[in-house]
């Protein structure tokens, strides 16, 4: 299947700082890219949904200027923690859809642990 | 109500027991039902993908959906204890541009 890289796979960073999350699709053009977010033992809640070259659709009660998308291109999606604070410590995962298929392809994930 | 309910479990089966997962889902415009396997602090690995009714066999995997009474099912033969982890039911359709709707996910403990 359809490889989707998601890097870092864990930050630990201080309260106030900014993290980047990229999200890669390597072996094939991806249209559109998600972001979710997970609480333990919780399920996948979609934060955002971004297509390329335009501006991101955010969930209702996301906030827009505190989580970041940027999907500049066909392969990269980037998303970022601005201003981090300890309640946004969570488990954000990227997925990858191409053209033409229905199935969403998931990165491994980033553990963010805010200090 | 939230669009697709699933027992979060946990679900404990001996080692090569059929298990049996499923949900429910209320928004019958669904076309396109999806189970996911995800480990422990790892992304979800899609496991089956199925449009419409109907079965769908991979392996020791089976996947079914039944779209008269909002109900998908996903099998699991012989199991082994690497099959433990939590599995995620998803729904998609067209005209919410295909994003999915998943399920709160079922934890899977297969023991030897």
């Known amino acids: 299947g359809a490889v989707v890289s998601q890097h870092p796979s864990r930050v630990i960073c201080k309260s106030g700082t900014s993290v980047k999350i990229e999200c890669r699709s390597l072996d094939f053009q991806a249209t559109t890219m998600f972001w979710y977010r997970q609480f333990p033992k919780q399920s996948l809640m979609l934060m955002a949904t971004s297509n390329e070259g335009s501006k991101a659709t955010y969930e209702q009660g996301v906030e827009k200027d505190k989580f970041l998308i940027n999907h500049a291109s066909l392969t990269l999606s980037t998303l970022t923690v601005t201003s981090a604070h300890p309640e946004d410590s969570s488990f954000y995962i990227c997925?990858?859809?191409?053209?033409?298929?229905?199935?969403?392809?998931f990165g491994a994930g980033t553990r963010l642990s805010v200090l | 109500q939230k669009e697709v309910e699933q027992d979060p479990g946990p679900l404990s089966v001996p080692e090569g027991a059929i298990v049996s997962l499923n949900c429910t889902y209320s928004?019958?415009?669904?076309?396109?039902f999806m189970w996911y396997r995800q480990y422990s602090r790892k992304g979800p690995e899609l496991l089956m993908y199925t449009y419409s009714s109907g079965n769908k066999e991979d392996g020791r995997f089976t996947a079914q959906v039944d779209k008269s009474s909002k109900y998908i099912s996903l099998f699991i033969r012989d199991s082994q204890p690497s099959d433990s982890a939590t599995y995620l039911c998803?729904?998609?359709?067209?005209?919410?541009?295909?994003?999915?709707?998943f399920g709160k996910g079922t934890s899977l403990l297969v023991t030897p």
């Open positions: 997925s990858a859809r191409f053209q033409g298929e229905n199935i969403q392809y």
């Open positions: 928004n019958s415009a669904f076309q396109y």
């Open positions: 998803a729904t998609a359709n067209s005209n919410s541009g295909y994003a999915l709707n």
